[in-house]
Every structure is written in structure tokens, then in C-alpha cells.
């Protein structure tokens, strides 16, 4: 691995944003408008909903301060956190991390308008848009495969779903992972009631297994890693749930009053995203050196855990947005999920594909 190497081209990456974001505010007022507990990286949590009276920097369409949400996962995002280059192309903004463990909790943070931006899962990413949620989704981060996947001990005796029975399974309930596994007993025609299914954080997966409490867990990594490394073999992932049509991926959303004042950043943001994702296709031994520290991974383990999930590009997102007349594979994605965590009783409606298409910004990608 070459660090320098590394460093040197996302000091490159900034500074080429660092330009186009100055261009983009000095051609705009920056006043138009038309994704377990947290822990902070640096301080930035605090505050409602309603924006304080703006000062000049802000006037300028430049924030004082970004909150971001989001959690360890092997993405294009946390490789934008690991190398700073948000920082860069804001040096005189304070930048500040909040890292959850659930979509539930992102969520409660979005609403009180204690983060600005976060990265979300499908299954809570549409409960908070059928709960009207104050947020628009502005980016696919990627469409999840074998980054998650149902992990059970070597020696429990279970080969097969049909073997879950009377068997005590641990997921985070209300994210990615909690529905596919939900959709892989339903797809395998398994009473989920069956089965003990305990809710728990990511970060207590592990603990549960090594005290041997659990007989297995449905986990996205580098949990999955963990307990893999630690007797387990894996029995299904999302990757084969979702060929059978259940697919779930993570996307990015933005709290609806800091859209409307700065629409330009949200824009290079999704500049600086697309950058780290070309890193993670293109040079993907360089971004699993870069990830590893953030995932708590060697660096072969994070590049196995970034095979799991399929990053898209800035290119690709129109596919999966659509445009305000025409409607992209992701509304109906957000739909069928809805449909589902109707008829699991977790929604109290299941609304149109409409909803789901009006809280996408198309207009970013137009």
C-alpha cells in the first residue's frame, strides 16, 4: 500500500471541489430551494428543527457547521470521512460526524434537527418517509449483497433456514438486516414467530455471541467478519434475498430546511461522494487501506466486506431517481418495502408510489 500515494490523490479530490464549490457560491445567493445512541467524532449535535438567523458566511450559501449521520459501514461516505475531503472543500466550515448504530435513532435525530445529513438504510429510510419525516432523499448509496447475511455457530447443528426453530437469533430490528431476514423466512415459508428473534445494536452482536447467548445473528459487517472469524459460517445473505426480490440498500437524506438553504452543497457533497465511489470501484486496494481503520477491519477484510455491496455512481443515480414525470427503480423499491413493513403491522399505511417519488430530489440528477 502506498499512503502517500493515497493522501496525495484525495488532497487532489478536495481541491478540485474546493474550486467548483467556490464557482457554484459565488454564482449563487445560496437561498433557493426546489437521507443505540450516537457518538460524536467532533461536536455538532444540538439545536431544533428552525435554522438561527443566518450570519454572512451562510448568506453566501456556505453553513457554519455540517452534522452528518452515519455509521461503519464499508461505503463511498465513510471513505469522505476517512480522507476529509468534505473538510477540505469547506475549510472554514466546522464539519462534524455523529456515528449511530440504528436507522431508528437517525431518525429521532433528523426529526429534532440535530444532524443535517446521514446515511439511512431502505427499511427505516421508509418509515420515515410514510411518517413524513422532515427530510428528502438526495443519493443511492449502494444496493446491499453479501455485506449482510444470517451467520450462525459452526457447531449449532443449523444447515438451513428450516433448522431456525426453537433457535435464538439477534438482529437490529428496523434496519436492513432485520428485514431481510424477515423476507428470507417469508421467501423460505417460515413462521418467523418460531424463532427467538432478539433485537440488539450492532455493537452488542459480538458481545452476545462471544458469551454464547445467541446462536447466531443476521449483521452487516465488519460485525459480520467478527463473528464469522469467531465459528461462525454464514447460512444465507442479502445478496440471495434480494435476488428473489427483496432488495435493500442504504441512501442518503437531508434534513429539509438545510436543503432549502444550501441546495449547493447537498450538490457537492454528491460530487465528493461520486468521487470516493470511483476510488472504491476503480482502486479498490487503496480505499479498503483507507477503510480498514474506520471499520476496525485488517485490510483484507475490508476488502471483502466491500465486495458485499455494489456503490453507485453519480451516472447511475438517474436510474434509480428517475425524473418527476417518470419514476426510477428506487420509489419503487422504498414502495415494496412499505408494502411489506405494512403487512408486517411496523406502518400504519401503505401510501402510493407517489409519497415515495416526492421525496426524492430528481431535480439534482436533472
Same mark, same amino acid.
Given at each position: 500500500?502506498?499512503?502517500?500515494?493515497?493522501?496525495?490523490?484525495?488532497?487532489?479530490?478536495?481541491?478540485?471541489?474546493?474550486?467548483?464549490?467556490?464557482?457554484?457560491?459565488?454564482?449563487?445567493?445560496?437561498?433557493?430551494?426546489?437521507?443505540?445512541?450516537?457518538?460524536?467524532?467532533?461536536?455538532?449535535?444540538?439545536?431544533?428543527?428552525?435554522?438561527?438567523?443566518?450570519?454572512?458566511?451562510?448568506?453566501?450559501?456556505?453553513?457554519?457547521?455540517?452534522?452528518?449521520?452515519?455509521?461503519?459501514?464499508?461505503?463511498?461516505?465513510?471513505?469522505?470521512?476517512?480522507?476529509?475531503?468534505?473538510?477540505?472543500?469547506?475549510?472554514?466550515?466546522?464539519?462534524?460526524?455523529?456515528?449511530?448504530?440504528?436507522?431508528?435513532?437517525?431518525?429521532?435525530?433528523?426529526?429534532?434537527?440535530?444532524?443535517?445529513?446521514?446515511?439511512?438504510?431502505?427499511?427505516?429510510?421508509?418509515?420515515?418517509?410514510?411518517?413524513?419525516?422532515?427530510?428528502?432523499?438526495?443519493?443511492?448509496?449502494?444496493?446491499?449483497?453479501?455485506?449482510?447475511?444470517?451467520?450462525?455457530?459452526?457447531?449449532?447443528?443449523?444447515? /438451513?433456514?428450516?433448522?431456525?426453530?426453537?433457535?435464538?437469533?439477534? /438482529?437490529?430490528?428496523? /434496519?436492513?438486516?432485520?428485514?431481510?431476514?424477515?423476507?428470507?423466512?417469508?421467501?423460505?415459508?417460515?413462521?418467523?414467530?418460531?424463532?427467538?428473534?432478539?433485537?440488539?445494536?450492532?455493537?452488542?452482536? $459480538?458481545?452476545?455471541?462471544?458469551?454464547?447467548?445467541?446462536?447466531?445473528?443476521?449483521?452487516?459487517?465488519?460485525?459480520?467478519?467478527?463473528?464469522?472469524?469467531?465459528?461462525?459460517?454464514?447460512?444465507?445473505?442479502?445478496?440471495?434475498?434480494?435476488?428473489?426480490?427483496?432488495?435493500?440498500?442504504?441512501?442518503?437524506?437531508?434534513?429539509?430546511?438545510? $436543503?432549502?438553504?444550501?441546495?449547493?452543497?447537498?450538490?457537492?457533497?454528491?460530487?465528493?461522494?461520486?468521487?470516493?465511489?470511483? @476510488?472504491?470501484?476503480?482502486?479498490?486496494?487503496?480505499?479498503?487501506?483507507?477503510?480498514?481503520?474506520?471499520?476496525?477491519?485488517?485490510?483484507?477484510?475490508? @476488502?471483502?466486506?466491500?465486495?458485499?455491496?455494489?456503490?453507485?455512481?453519480?451516472?447511475?443515480? /438517474?436510474?434509480?431517481?428517475?425524473?418527476?414525470?417518470?419514476?426510477?427503480?428506487?420509489?419503487?423499491?422504498?414502495?415494496?418495502?412499505?408494502?411489506?413493513?405494512?403487512?408486517?403491522?411496523?406502518?400504519?399505511?401503505?401510501?402510493?408510489?407517489?409519497?415515495?417519488?416526492?421525496?426524492?430530489?430528481?431535480?439534482?440528477?436533472?
Amino acid at each position: 500500500m502506498k499512503n502517500n500515494d493515497v493522501w496525495k490523490k484525495m488532497i487532489s479530490i478536495g481541491a478540485a471541489v474546493l474550486v467548483s464549490a467556490a464557482l457554484a457560491a459565488c454564482g449563487s445567493s445560496g437561498s433557493s430551494a426546489p437521507a443505540g445512541g450516537a457518538s460524536e467524532t467532533s461536536t455538532g449535535a444540538g439545536g431544533g428543527a428552525e435554522a438561527p438567523a443566518q450570519t454572512e458566511g451562510e448568506e453566501s450559501g456556505i453553513p457554519e457547521e455540517i452534522r452528518i449521520g452515519y455509521w461503519a459501514s464499508p461505503n463511498s461516505e465513510l471513505l469522505v470521512k476517512q480522507t476529509g475531503t468534505l473538510e477540505k472543500a469547506y475549510p472554514d466550515t466546522k464539519v462534524s460526524w455523529v456515528e449511530f448504530s440504528s436507522g431508528a435513532d437517525i431518525l429521532t435525530a433528523i426529526q429534532a434537527g440535530s444532524i443535517d445529513l446521514s446515511t439511512i438504510g431502505t427499511p427505516p429510510g421508509t418509515t420515515g418517509i410514510v411518517n413524513e419525516y422532515p427530510f428528502y432523499v438526495y443519493y443511492l448509496e449502494d444496493i446491499i449483497g453479501e455485506s449482510e447475511g444470517l451467520i450462525v455457530r459452526e457447531d449449532s447443528g443449523i444447515e /438451513t433456514l428450516a433448522d431456525l426453530e426453537g433457535r435464538t437469533i439477534a /438482529t437490529s430490528f428496523s /434496519t436492513t438486516s432485520h428485514f431481510s431476514f424477515l423476507k428470507a423466512l417469508e421467501q423460505a415459508g417460515i413462521d418467523s414467530k418460531s424463532i427467538n428473534i432478539m433485537d440488539m445494536d450492532a455493537s452488542n452482536i $459480538y458481545a452476545a455471541w462471544d458469551r454464547g447467548d445467541i446462536d447466531g445473528a443476521y449483521i452487516w459487517e465488519s460485525v459480520k467478519s467478527q463473528i464469522l472469524n469467531d465459528g461462525g459460517k454464514e447460512i444465507i445473505s442479502s445478496a440471495e434475498v434480494a435476488d428473489q426480490g427483496a432488495v435493500t440498500g442504504e441512501f442518503g437524506i437531508v434534513h429539509k430546511d438545510f $436543503y432549502a438553504k444550501y441546495p449547493d452543497v447537498i450538490r457537492t457533497y454528491v460530487d465528493l461522494l461520486d468521487e470516493a465511489t470511483d @476510488l472504491f470501484n476503480n482502486d479498490s486496494e487503496n480505499a479498503a487501506a483507507i477503510l480498514s481503520t474506520g471499520l476496525g477491519l485488517t485490510e483484507e477484510e475490508a @476488502l471483502k466486506a466491500m465486495s458485499g455491496i455494489r456503490e453507485i455512481t453519480k451516472e447511475e443515480q /438517474t436510474e434509480y431517481f428517475g425524473t418527476p414525470e417518470t419514476p426510477g427503480q428506487l420509489p419503487q423499491i422504498l414502495k415494496d418495502t412499505a408494502s411489506f413493513l405494512y403487512s408486517q403491522g411496523k406502518l400504519t399505511a401503505d401510501p402510493e408510489i407517489s409519497v415515495f417519488q416526492d421525496a426524492i430530489l430528481t431535480e439534482i440528477y436533472q
